[in-house]
């Protein structure tokens, strides 16, 4: 039994299991950066697109995609995957900048894990 051989498969599955955490992380980042940036300027894409669309058609998308909606018993609630917007598209500027370091953070954790995967040979 060699034990350096056994310590570094470990450190190897350790490692990369990280690794795949942060791609998995750098994702969902990206998903939610998606997200703001859609819900920021998805007004003006709303608008654009309805206004080449049948009305009922467009009223049809327009209540699927409103962030309010009625539940069954006539109250309002809120939708948990859309966000509430005005239409100021600077509003979500220090949220996307938080984002965008969380990516980079990320994605220098990867190069982190993939360098010392390199190094394990």
Partial sequence: MDREQIAREVRRRQAQEVLDFEREREQAIKEQ??????ETHGGRVDAAAFGRMSAEDAEIV????????????????????????DDEVDQHAEELARLNDELDDC??????FEAYLEALG
Avoid: C, K, N, Y
Wanted: without cysteine.
């Fill in 107 to 112: 994605r220098r954790r990867q190069r982190a």
């Fill in 33 to 38: 950066i998606e997200l703001v940036i859609a």
């Fill in 62 to 85: 327009r209540t699927e995609l409103t962030p309010v909606a009625l539940d069954d018993r006539g109250s309002f609630f809120e939708r948990d995957d859309v966000i509430l917007l």
